[in-house]
C-alpha cells in the first residue's frame, strides 16, 4: 500500500490531502478564495496566486496533522502541475518540490485533467479502462478515451469556450454572483427551460467538437427581456442538449466500459442526470464522481499520484509548470482561436 500526499493550487482553491492506494482518504484540507474574488465576478489570477502561497504550507500540515502521519511516511508527493493558472500551479508545484526534497521521496507531476479523469476510479473501485469520459469544467469541455494512465484518446474539446466557463459568464450577465455554475442551477430551478429560445451550436453537425461562445452572446443579447430564472433554465437545458449531442455522438465511435463525467460542471444535477439516461439508453454503466470529488481537490491529485506511483511514473524535480497541458498532445489540431486543448 502507497500514502501519497497530493497538492492542488491550480485555480483558485488550495488542497492538501492524504490518500492510500487501497482508496482511503485519511484527509482532505481545502481553502476557498470566494470572497476574495467575488467583488471582480471572477477569478483574479494574481489575487489567487498571493492567496496560495498564504494558505499552502498550513494547509500541508493541518492535513498530516489529520491523517495522524509525518511527512516522512509518505511515499510520494504528487502535486499539479498545470495546466491552470501559471501563478497558482507554481506556488502548489514548487511546494510539492521542496517538500520531496526534504523527505527525499519522488516527486509525481500531475496533470490537473488526469486528476479529475481518474476521479471516478478514486469513488468507484469496479470502472475499469477503457471508459469515455466526458470533461468538462470552468477551463475545458472534452470527450477522451481513457484508454489507461497516462494514456488518453481526444475525442472532441472546444473549439472556443468551456461550458462551465459559459456558466460563470451567464451568471454574471445575469447578476447572480459568483461562483456562476451554482447560482445558475439554482436559478434555474425556478425558471421554464422551454421560455427564451437559444441556439443549440453544432448539435446535429458532423464535426465532434463543441462550441459555446454563441450560447454565451445569445444570453448576454436577452437579458432584460425574460426573467434572470428564465433565462438561466433555458441556458443551462441548451447546455444539457449540446453535451447529450456530442457524448451520443462520440458513444457510436468507440467501445467503452462506462461512460464517466467529471470536472466542476459533473455536480451539475442536470447534466448528470441527463448523462444517466443517456448511459442507460446505451446499456451502459454511468459513473460520477461525488459532488465534492467534480470541483477541485488535492484527493483527486493524490489519487493519480498513486495511480501513476503504482505505474512507476514519477518526475525529476526540475518538471515545469504549466499553464497548458493537453492530455492528448498528439490530437489534431482544431479550428478556432483560443481552443482548449
Not at 475525442?155 to 459568483?178: N, P, Y
Not at 491529485?301 to 495511480?307: D, N, Q, R, V
Amino acid at each position: 500500500m502507497a500514502l501519497i500526499l497530493g497538492i492542488e493550487s491550480s485555480c483558485d482553491e488550495t488542497a492538501a490531502a492524504l490518500v492510500t492506494s487501497d482508496r482511503r482518504i485519511l484527509a482532505h484540507k481545502l481553502a476557498g478564495q470566494e470572497a476574495a474574488h467575488r467583488p471582480y465576478g471572477g477569478v483574479v489570477p494574481e489575487i489567487a496566486a498571493r492567496a496560495h502561497v498564504e494558505v499552502i504550507g498550513p494547509l500541508v500540515e493541518a492535513a498530516l496533522a489529520e491523517a495522524g502521519v509525518a511527512l516522512d511516511d509518505v511515499d510520494a508527493v504528487a502535486a499539479t502541475a498545470g495546466p491552470g493558472l501559471i501563478g497558482g500551479v507554481m506556488v502548489g508545484l514548487v511546494t510539492g518540490k521542496a517538500l520531496a526534497l526534504a523527505s527525499g521521496k519522488p516527486l509525481i507531476a500531475v496533470n490537473h485533467l488526469e486528476g479529475h479523469g481518474l476521479s471516478p476510479r478514486l469513488a468507484d473501485p469496479e470502472l475499469a479502462f477503457p471508459y469515455l469520459l466526458l470533461l468538462v469544467s470552468g477551463g475545458h469541455c472534452q470527450l477522451l478515451l481513457v484508454e489507461g494512465v497516462g494514456r488518453y484518446r481526444r475525442l472532441a474539446t472546444t473549439i472556443d469556450d468551456a461550458a462551465g466557463e459559459a456558466f460563470d459568464k451567464t451568471a454574471k450577465l445575469l447578476g447572480l454572483g459568483f461562483p456562476g455554475g451554482p447560482a445558475v442551477e439554482k436559478a434555474a430551478a425556478q425558471g421554464d427551460p422551454r421560455a427564451v429560445p437559444l441556439p443549440r451550436p453544432l448539435v446535429g453537425s458532423a464535426e465532434p467538437h463543441f462550441s459555446f461562445a454563441g450560447l454565451k452572446s445569445a444570453v448576454a443579447r436577452v437579458v432584460g427581456q425574460y426573467s434572470a430564472e428564465d433565462i438561466a433554465a433555458s441556458f443551462q437545458q441548451a447546455v444539457v442538449d449540446c453535451l447529450l449531442d456530442r457524448t451520443r455522438r462520440a458513444l457510436q465511435s468507440v467501445e467503452a466500459t462506462a461512460l464517466v463525467v467529471a470536472g466542476g460542471v459533473a455536480a451539475n444535477a442536470g447534466v448528470r442526470t441527463a448523462l444517466e439516461s443517456l448511459a442507460r439508453e446505451h446499456g451502459m454503466r454511468f459513473v460520477a464522481p461525488p459532488l465534492w470529488l467534480c470541483t477541485d481537490n488535492a484527493a483527486m491529485i493524490a489519487w493519480a499520484g498513486a495511480e501513476r506511483f503504482a505505474a512507476g511514473l514519477t518526475d525529476p524535480l526540475d518538471f515545469p509548470a504549466r499553464p497548458r497541458w493537453p492530455l492528448d498532445p498528439g490530437a489534431e489540431k482544431v479550428r478556432g482561436a483560443g481552443v482548449k486543448a
